[in-house]
């Protein structure tokens, strides 16, 4: 147990549903990430959230949409995905210091777009 | 702008004999390095980090890894591979992203580990 905790674990959607993935850390960090992981590709940063402003947007599209109502707590709002959007989801957390902090990593959402 | 390259994507070795995975990084600055590990349907967990101490470093599990400036490279090793470290591992590079003030992590693609019995 790494201290961040995601919710679902396993989604399935269509392509018309609205579903969010939340992600809550309560190790006291300030900065919380979300990245994909898909097959056969390195982990891809989307969001960054430094003391819950987005510092971060890796190219994401708008079907992805990040909430950060505090640095506890991260949410990945879905619409409109597409097939290719199906993969691991992953939130982390660090502490901003001054040498880089490791991330903190959540067990993850499996998400399957159907 | 960082990268990592690890080298082999699948290795697979004997239980109780050493694991080496390769990696090789490029950065613009004086950067961190990580190694994680990923177990089946499991996020990822930190093995072990270098940041300008030591060259060698000590993770958990029996693991290390060395920096090597020279070779720009910061391969991991085990002495003897148990069946429980089937696994894939991700070298990680970091340094500060002077625009956005944060620390980036570069991800390698991953190797997998293979334990044979």
């Known amino acids: ?114 | 702008a960082q990268s990592v390259t690890q080298l082999d994507s699948h290795v697979s070795v004997s239980e109780g004999t050493p694991v080496l995975l390769r990696c090789n990084y490029s950065s613009s600055y004086s950067p961190s390095l990580f190694w994680y590990v990923q177990h089946p349907n499991k996020g990822l967990q930190l093995l072990l980090k270098y940041t300008s101490a030591a060259t060698l470093v000590k993770g958990i599990n029996g693991f290390e890894a060395e920096f090597k400036k020279s070779e720009t490279s910061f391969h991991l090793t085990k002495p003897s591979a148990h069946m429980s470290d089937a696994a894939e591992y991700f070298c990680v590079v970091s340094d500060r992203d002077s625009g956005a003030g944060s620390y980036q992590l570069t991800f390698g693609k991953g190797t997998k580990l293979s334990v044979i019995p």
């Open chain 1, 1 to 114: 147990e790494t201290g961040v905790t995601q919710t679902p674990r396993h989604l399935v959607m269509g392509m018309t549903n609205k579903k969010s993935l939340k992600c809550e850390q309560h190790l006291g960090h300030n900065a919380m990430y979300w990245y994909k992981q898909s097959a056969k590709k390195p982990l891809e940063l989307m969001f960054v959230y430094n003391f819950k402003e987005q510092t971060e947007n890796n190219s994401v599209p708008s079907r992805f949409s990040p909430e950060c109502p505090n640095s506890s707590h991260l949410f990945l709002h879905l619409h409109t995905l597409q097939p290719e959007d199906s993969a691991l989801y992953l939130c982390a957390s660090s502490e901003l210091t001054r040498t880089a902090p490791e991330a903190f990593f959540g067990q993850g959402t499996r998400l399957t777009v159907v």
